[in-house]
């Protein structure tokens, strides 16, 4: 069975992007980029140099986004940023999927997640937001947490986790902390 990881960045007080979804603020590394790069390059959009191919791939080959996050790449002409990843976006307010290769969907994620679980592939990647991805660590389908912690406070924005996510313990599998204060953070979620 596939797994489903969300791989985020987040601040040192919790917080994944703004309260207006914009995520400008969090410090840049270059060290820290290129090891991001290197071992997950399908995370990073074709418009930033990630891979427009599936064969690309190292890590996963399905993406799922809420709908604000999604929106963050479309306010931008950005209909499809990750073409290497079968994608899926959770809306009930979006009329219609701008990109044939994007999958917009109204259904219940839980349920859309078990169906992806159980097909054959790579790991899925959880990329955001906060109640998708609280609504999936609720019905015990993450399977791992991988922090990009970002050596800054925001004081408020969007949590890494919405207000109704059930109680999960984590145990760290691995870590690394850069010289420039950020961290990467392997958990997996019990």
């Not at 969300?6 to 040192?12: K, P, R």
């Not at 991988?146 to 924005?157: E, Q, S």
């Not at 109704?164 to 953070?185: D, F, I, M, N, Q």
């Amino acid at each position: 069975m596939r797994e489903i990881v969300y791989y985020v960045a987040s601040t040192v007080d919790g917080f994944i992007a703004h309260l207006d979804g914009s995520f400008g603020g969090f410090p840049w590394d270059d060290g820290f980029g290129a090891e991001l790069r290197a071992r997950f390059p399908e995370t990073f959009p074709a418009h930033l140099g990630g891979p427009a191919a599936p064969e690309a791939t190292h890590s996963f080959d399905a993406v799922l986004m809420g709908r604000k996050t999604y929106e963050v790449g479309l306010r931008e002409s950005i209909t499809n940023p990750y073409p290497s990843l079968a994608s899926y976006v959770f809306s009930r307010t979006l009329a219609g999927s701008p990109d044939p290769n994007v999958t917009l969907t109204s259904d219940d994620p839980v349920a859309v997640a078990r169906d992806l679980k159980a097909r054959p592939g790579k790991a899925i990647w959880l990329c955001g937001g906060a109640h998708l991805a609280s609504a999936l660590f609720s019905a015990g389908l993450v399977d791992r947490l991988i922090l990009k912690l970002n050596p800054v406070v925001f004081g408020a924005g969007i949590p890494l986790l919405g207000r109704e996510t059930a109680r999960r313990a984590l145990t760290l599998t691995e870590s690394r902390v850069y010289p420039s204060g950020h961290a990467l953070l392997h958990y997996r979620v019990g």
